[in-house]
């Protein structure tokens, strides 16, 4: 089956810690997305990646690493600089970063911060 | 400056009556425009999208949008609601000029029996 893979399904983190999050696709596509989500705000961009080893800032990058090693993985880390992480972090991948684009999401990971 | 807005943060129905989910964008370029449905604690799921082919779009479960150009104003309609249908609704749009997605604040759409 084709699709993304986005785990653990539950995280939980003590304050000052480093956590990283698994997001792989074998749908070949060359874009990738990480999204936060929070009650009623909707879904905010933290990082992009329209092709391996390139990464671009979203709106809410502060505190967040990325790194693009492979074109089936981009895995996020949430650093403790992060001053509120507790959140639903959602993956996604397209053909290509392009208007027209159907993005494909992952089942998201919610992370906790003790 | 682009941006969406979702008229209403919850919808409520009862079974079998029409849904009507609603979304303004406002953008100086030609949008596409797209809905997501997501179900607790789960992913997005694509329901539609329009790209400047047919205004009136029909998507999975029965539920359709349309383009209106005048209003910009793609809302999200169905005929009948179900009780699967209750769930959480995102309006998105990109641009022709190749922006980030801009997400509404989504709308929760609960149905009873």
């Known amino acids: 089956d084709g699709g993304i893979t986005q785990s653990p399904k539950y995280l939980f983190r003590k304050e000052g810690q480093n956590v990283t999050l698994s997001c792989e696709q074998n749908?070949?596509?060359?874009?990738m997305y990480w999204y936060r989500q929070d009650p009623g705000q909707g879904l905010r961009l933290i990082y992009y990646s329209q092709i391996v080893n390139d990464f671009q800032k979203g709106d809410i990058a502060e505190g967040y690493s990325v790194s693009r090693e492979k074109k089936e993985s981009f895995p996020l880390t949430v650093t403790s600089a992060q001053k509120n992480p507790t959140a639903f972090y959602l993956c996604a991948s397209s053909i290509a970063r392009g208007a027209n684009n159907e993005q494909f999401f992952g089942p998201g990971t919610r992370l906790t911060v003790l | 400056a682009q941006s969406v807005t979702q008229l209403d943060s919850h919808v409520s129905v009862s079974e079998g009556t029409p849904v009507l989910l609603r979304c303004n964008y406002s953008?100086?370029?030609?949008?596409?425009l797209f809905w997501y449905v997501q179900h607790p604690n789960k992913g997005l799921q694509l329901l539609l999208k329009?790209?400047?082919?047919?205004?009136l779009v029909k998507g999975i479960n029965g539920f359709e949008a349309e383009f209106k150009k005048s209003e910009t104003s793609f809302h999200l309609t169905k005929p009948s609601a179900h009780m699967s249908d209750a769930a959480e609704y995102f309006c998105?749009?990109?641009?022709?000029?190749?922006?980030?997605?801009?997400f509404g604040k989504g709308t929760t759409l609960s149905v009873s029996s």
């Open positions: 329009y790209t400047s082919a047919a205004t």
């Open positions: 953008s100086s370029y030609s949008p596409s």
């Open positions: 749908l070949n596509h060359d874009a």
């Open positions: 998105v749009v990109t641009f022709q000029a190749g922006t980030a997605l801009i």
